[in-house]
Every structure is written in structure tokens, then in C-alpha cells.
């Protein structure tokens, strides 16, 4: 049972570092970006390909897959996103779908429709034993390393200067455009954060998921969305709960009623949002 | 006063241009049996258009769940063949009764929150819905699909893949997508459809009217959840198999595609979006099978960067 529940953490650590970015846009910057998922697998493909065909051993091409699609993401942010800052939500969906339908054709035709594996490094395989809680050594590596991912998210987003910079420019980008802060290179510099989250947590997830492949940006793009509207798109903690409570929901899920599938999550995210519109963990009314 | 009647019965009028297109439709279909089976499938991808067109275009609601209505309406069809009644027809119409009453008991979910929140559970009743379809596989055969047989039409015409069937099958499709494209126009044109446009320019505003959202909103999404279901009975009897990727989300972003290349609200543009959406996605195919998506995505792109409105202002003043 204990087991169970690790797992599920661990799973739900991986969501929350798939997300953290989506919450960030979405919740400080409005923007919906069903794109996201494509900087995912965009990290995974770099943590694949620099290990498959390059031989650079597992960690060492972790800090790749975060920066690599962080500069994407800011490359895109400068030319094409920043346009559509403000405009409806429909035309945000659409411009983003429009990027997820030629991202995973594009990566179809570069590096072909198999999936890429990653052969995790011996030191992560394995399981230990602990009290009779058994956990996978690799569950723990994540847990250990998104958690602390996520706290110093929340510290820099809430304890830092650049923190109350960026949610003052959230507020009202115009006024705190006035009070001297740089409002464009906060925004690009989130942007390039959440973005790079995404390339690690594809990286991560990888493994987890049986290898990267063109269809990553849309498999992972609902229940990432589910996350973040479960937890609430007010930033670092509404998403860190949200994915949490749907990696633990899902594993157990799997685990005692296999043959209702992934229904349950669908049925929490559509009870949440009937009951709670913006969210577990939103903060007041805000429409 | 009798200036704005005078306007609303000049929209009510059929135009020549709306009458010449659907006689350009009934004389492809004739004209070209060969491509029958292509033009059905953009008759009924545009009907599913035209059903989405009723919530977002003229009541401003987004959903990304369209499918979850395409797919009920599917199985409605192949199971009532599978039990033993044939008559295409009564397929069809069949499938207005559960997805206009799953509609009706879910519309009550798009009432509350954001736009995002709205994408976000329609989204989620689709996905519910294709895993108990995949759940209960007594009924729906699960992920193998329902391959069912549909006698012909009025006992004579014969609808399949074979022979006359894909040319009987798209003048089919045609002739229930007119009949609902005409519901459609009277109900758009209706003062409920002008409440609807109000609903949609300014809900707040509206309600100070004494216009009230919330019953004019469950009201649409029913309808609108009848059309869908009708669309996805027609395609499964005429490609005689339902299956769960009826319900899956790629469907729901496809059709809010189709309908927004078209453009949202005045009824063709689904039809119309829908019929590009198979052109290209057919001469694009023919060339690179698995890269149609990408030229599709840039078409997106390139669509919301130049405006969606600049381009609809421009084919409303060529109408």
C-alpha cells in the first residue's frame, strides 16, 4: 500500500514537472499554451538522441534537455507568442494546436515514428527496501529531484525580487511597466522556464512512458491540462497538489480498478471543475 | 421599427450564391461517383462543423469535447443495426435522443468558470465517455469497434463502400445536412437566435435586458449536441463501422479547425472549412502520407497571425 502510494507520488512529481510550466503561463501570464507538451518532447528527444547516438550518460544530458527547449521556447516566445498576449483564449488555442500539428509531423520526419528509448544508467535501477516499503530507485531519484524542483520554484516565485516582479506584471503589466520593471524579459524569461521544466520533465518521463515519440505532445497534453485545472492555475503549489493528487488517483486507480481506466481522473477533473471552476487550490473568485 | 424587420426578413431570404452551392454539391456528387466517398466524408466532417458553429459561433461557448456527442451517435447507429433495425434513417434520427439528453444533463457544467474551465470539462465528459465506450465492450465491442450492416435507404438505395453506395451514401449525407443546415438557419434567424448573439456579445449586458443565459445556453448545447450526434450516426453507417477513436480528443481539436478555417458563425463556414480540411488533407496526403498534420498546423498558424476577423470581415462583404 505504501508502495503504492510512492509510486504514485513519484508519478505525480513527474506530472508536476511536466505542468509547472503550463501552471506558470497559464496562471501568471493567461496564456493558453496547449503547445507545451511539444517542448516536452522536445526534451526528451535531446536526453535520447545525446545518449543513444552521442553516448553522454543520463545526467549529464538532463541540463541539456532543460536548456535546450528553454531556448526554443524563448526563440518562439520573442517571434510568435508574444503576439497573442491578450488575444481570446480562442485564438490562443488554436495558434498553439496549430504548433502541436506541426511539431509531431516534424518530428516524425526527422527522426521516424519509433519510439526512443532511454537506457537509464545502473546506479538508477533497482529497488530498495526500507521497512518493508519497497520503492524503485528510480521513483526515488525523481521524487528527490522534482521535489526540489518545485521548492525552489515556490521560493523564487514567491521570496525573490524577480518573483514580485513577475506577479506585479501580472496584475498589471502596464503599471508595473510604468514602475520601471522590464515586463518583456520577465515574460520571456518565465516563458523559457516554464518551457525548459517541460524538456526535463519529458526527459524524466521518458523512461516511465516506454520512450519519446511524435505522439508525446498530445498524449501528455491532457492530463497536463487536467493538472493544472484541477490544481488551479495560480501558480507553483495549486499544481505541485494537483499533480500529486492525480499521480496517487491514477496509480491506485490502475491498481484496484484496472478495468475503469483512466475514467477516474476524467471524473475527478470534471467533479472538480463543476464544483470549484478555477480550481482546487485557487485563490478567491477570479474570473 | 419596420427598418430593422425589414433587415431581419432580408436575412431570412435564401441568396443566390447559398442556392448555387448546394446545387454545385448535388452535381459534384452525380457528376463524380469516383469521389463520392471523399466529398460524403466532408459532408458529414462539415454537419459536425455546423453543430459546433451553433455553440461557439453564435453563442461564443468553446468546447473541446464535440466528439464525445460524434461518438454516442455513432454507436446509437451501430448498435440499433446490430439489434436488427437496418433502415439508415432510423439510425439517424435515433441518435438525436441520447445525445440531445447527455447534452442536456451536461450543459449545466458550461455555466460556471472561465473559457478555459468550459474547454477543460467538455473536454473531460468526451474522454469519460470514450473510456466507458471502452469499458463496456459487451455493448460497444470495444477497442475492436462495431462493424454493422444498414439496409438500403427507403428499400432501394443501397449505401456501402460498393458500386452505387458511396454515391447514394454522400447524397444522403447531403440530403441530412441540408435539412439541418435549414433548422439551423430558421433557428439562427429566430428572436431565440438573436437572444443568442446577445448571449454572445454580452452576457452581463443581456441579463440587464432580461435576457437570461443560462436556459438559452442548455437549450443550444442540446441541439447542438443532436447535431453532432446525428453527423457521427451518418458516418458510421456509411463507413459501417463505429469505433472508439470516435471519441477521442484529436476528433474535437479537428472540428473546431475545420469550423474556424471556414470561420465561426455564419452557418457554411463549418461546411466550408470542412470541405478545405479534406482537399488539402487529401492532396497533401496523396504526397507525404504521414505529414498532411504539419501543413494543416501551419494553415492554424498562419490563420490566427494574419486574424481570424480580418479574413471573416473580408468573405462577409463578398456575401
Given at each position: ?7 504514485g507520488?513519484?508519478y ?24 507545451h ?12 538522441l545525446?545518449m ?9 544530458t538532463?541540463?541539456?534537455?532543460f536548456l ?6 524563448v526563440?518562439?516566445e ?16 488554436l495558434?498553439?494546436i496549430g ?14 515514428n ?35 524542483i518545485?521548492?525552489?520554484?515556490q ?25 520601471g ?13 516554464g ?9 524524466l518521463?521518458a ?6 515519440d ?5 498524449k ?23 499533480a ?35 480550481g ?8 | 421599427m419596420?427598418?430593422v ?5 432580408r436575412r ?19 457528376a463524380?461517383?469516383?469521389r ?7 459532408l ?21 469535447g464535440?466528439?464525445a456527442?460524434?461518438?454516442?451517435g455513432a ?15 432510423l ?22 468558470g472561465?473559457?478555459l474551465?468550459r474547454l ?6 468526451a ?34 463502400s ?6 447514394n ?9 441540408f ?13 431565440f437566435?438573436?437572444?443568442l448573439t ?12 432580461g ?62 472549412g ?22 494543416i ?14 479574413l ?8
Amino acid at each position: 500500500m505504501l508502495t503504492l502510494l510512492l509510486d504514485g507520488i513519484a508519478y505525480g512529481m513527474l506530472l508536476f514537472v511536466l505542468s509547472a510550466g503550463l501552471a506558470v503561463t497559464l496562471g501568471l501570464m493567461n496564456f493558453i499554451n496547449l503547445a507545451h507538451g511539444a517542448f516536452a518532447m522536445l526534451g526528451g528527444y535531446v536526453t535520447a538522441l545525446l545518449m543513444n547516438r552521442a553516448g553522454v550518460p543520463f545526467l549529464a544530458t538532463l541540463p541539456l534537455a532543460f536548456l535546450i527547449p528553454a531556448a526554443v521556447g524563448v526563440a518562439l516566445e520573442r517571434t510568435l507568442y508574444r503576439r497573442l498576449y491578450g488575444a481570446s483564449p480562442l485564438d490562443q488555442v488554436l495558434f498553439t494546436i496549430g504548433l502541436v500539428f506541426m511539431a509531431m509531423p516534424a518530428a516524425n520526419y526527422l527522426l521516424g515514428n519509433q519510439p526512443q528509448q532511454i537506457n537509464l544508467p545502473d546506479f538508477l535501477h533497482g529497488r530498495l527496501e526500507f521497512q518493508g516499503v519497497g520503492i524503485g530507485v528510480y521513483r526515488l531519484f525523481t521524487i528527490l529531484l522534482c521535489g526540489a524542483i518545485a521548492a525552489s520554484l515556490q521560493i523564487f516565485l514567491v521570496r525573490t525580487r524577480f518573483g514580485a516582479q513577475l506577479r506585479a506584471a501580472v496584475d498589471d503589466s502596464r503599471v508595473a511597466g510604468g514602475m520601471g520593471i522590464n515586463v518583456d524579459l520577465l515574460f520571456a524569461i518565465t516563458f523559457a522556464v516554464g518551457s525548459g521544466l517541460a524538456g526535463l520533465g519529458g526527459a524524466l518521463a521518458a523512461d516511465v512512458v516506454g520512450g519519446v515519440d511524435p505522439s508525446f505532445p498530445l498524449k501528455f497534453l491532457v492530463i497536463m491540462l487536467i493538472v493544472v485545472s484541477i490544481g488551479g492555475a495560480n501558480g507553483v503549489l495549486g499544481a505541485l497538489f494537483g499533480a500529486l493528487l492525480l499521480g496517487v488517483l491514477d496509480v491506485l486507480g490502475k491498481y484496484y480498478a484496472p478495468t475503469i481506466g483512466a475514467f477516474i481522473i476524467y471524473a475527478v477533473m470534471v467533479a472538480t471543475l463543476t464544483l470549484r471552476p478555477n480550481g482546487l487550490f485557487a485563490k478567491g473568485d477570479r474570473r | 421599427m419596420t427598418d430593422v424587420l425589414a433587415h431581419l426578413r432580408r436575412r431570412e431570404r435564401w441568396g443566390v450564391a447559398e442556392i448555387a452551392f448546394w446545387l454545385a454539391l448535388v452535381a459534384g456528387i452525380v457528376a463524380f461517383p469516383a469521389r463520392a466517398g471523399l466529398v460524403n466524408e466532408a459532408l458529414i466532417a462539415g454537419l459536425f462543423a455546423l453543430s459546433l458553429d451553433l455553440i461557439l459561433g453564435l453563442t461564443g461557448i468553446v468546447s473541446l469535447g464535440q466528439a464525445a456527442f460524434f461518438g454516442v451517435g455513432a454507436y446509437t447507429a451501430a448498435i440499433l443495426a446490430n439489434a436488427g433495425y437496418h433502415d439508415p434513417l432510423l439510425g439517424v434520427l435515433a441518435a438525436i435522443v441520447p445525445t440531445a439528453l447527455i447534452g442536456f444533463l451536461t450543459a449545466p457544467l458550461l455555466l460556471r468558470g472561465s473559457d478555459l474551465t468550459r474547454l477543460m470539462v467538455t473536454m473531460g465528459v468526451a474522454l469519460m465517455l470514450g473510456e466507458l465506450a471502452n469499458r463496456e465492450d459487451g455493448l460497444t465491442g470495444g477497442a475492436d469497434g462495431l462493424n454493422f450492416t444498414v439496409a438500403p435507404l427507403f428499400g432501394r438505395f443501397a449505401i456501402g463502400s460498393f458500386g452505387e453506395g458511396p454515391r447514394n451514401a454522400a447524397l444522403f449525407s447531403l440530403a441530412v445536412l441540408f435539412a439541418l443546415l435549414f433548422v439551423a438557419r430558421r433557428l439562427a434567424r429566430s428572436p431565440f437566435g438573436i437572444s443568442l448573439t446577445a448571449v454572445r456579445e454580452n452576457r452581463l449586458r443581456a441579463g440587464a435586458l432580461g435576457i437570461s443565459a443560462a436556459w438559452r445556453i442548455v437549450a443550444i448545447y442540446t441541439i447542438s449536441a443532436a447535431f453532432a450526434g446525428v453527423a457521427g450516426a451518418l458516418l458510421a453507417e456509411t463507413t459501417q463501422i463505429a469505433s472508439l477513436d470516435l471519441f477521442e480528443f484529436h476528433r474535437s481539436a479537428n472540428v473546431m479547425l475545420m469550423l474556424i478555417i471556414g470561420g465561426a458563425g455564419y452557418l457554411y463556414g463549418g461546411v466550408i472549412g470542412a470541405g478545405v480540411f479534406i482537399l488539402v488533407r487529401d492532396v497533401v496526403s496523396a504526397e507525404t502520407p504521414e505529414y498532411w498534420e504539419f501543413w494543416i498546423g501551419l494553415m492554424l498558424v498562419a490563420l490566427v497571425l494574419f486574424g481570424r476577423e480580418r479574413l471573416a470581415n473580408l468573405v462577409r462583404l463578398r456575401r
